[in-house]
């Protein structure tokens, strides 16, 4: 599965941005996906998960609750983050990934990351 993601640019703070992850053609969306972000000097954090099977749920690190937004679109298997009152400390490279199995703790698939930047 080749994730493929859009979206990411330069905002000012307070700003909004929303960032598309896209299966590749022929493969369908895993049911457990999470947006990751990295800044330079820093580590990879995970910022929002969803499960999308019969026990439906997100998740959202703190620094972005009630901020962020994931959701998924199957008929487009596309997943998004809704992004907003970005603050400069929310630039980062965005990457989005999923899990093959979702009783693994490790994501399978990854994408290329979208650099996000907030001034």
């Known amino acids: 599965v080749q994730l493929v993601e859009s979206g990411g640019g330069s905002v000012q703070a307070g700003g909004s941005l929303k960032l598309s992850c896209a299966a590749s053609?022929?493969?369908?969306?895993?049911?457990?996906m999470a947006w990751f972000r990295q800044a330079p000097g820093k580590e990879r954090e995970e910022v929002a998960a969803i499960l999308t099977t019969s026990r439906y749920s997100t998740s959202y690190a703190r620094s972005v609750k009630g901020r962020f937004t994931i959701s998924p679109d199957s008929a487009r298997n596309t997943l998004y983050l809704q992004m907003n009152s970005l603050q400069p400390e929310d630039s980062a490279v965005y990457t989005c990934?999923?899990?093959?199995?979702?009783?693994?703790?490790?994501?399978?698939?990854w994408g290329q990351g979208t650099q996000v930047t907030v001034s």
């Open positions: 990934a999923g899990k093959k199995y979702c009783y693994m703790k490790t994501y399978d698939y």
């Open positions: 053609l022929g493969t369908v969306m895993s049911n457990c």
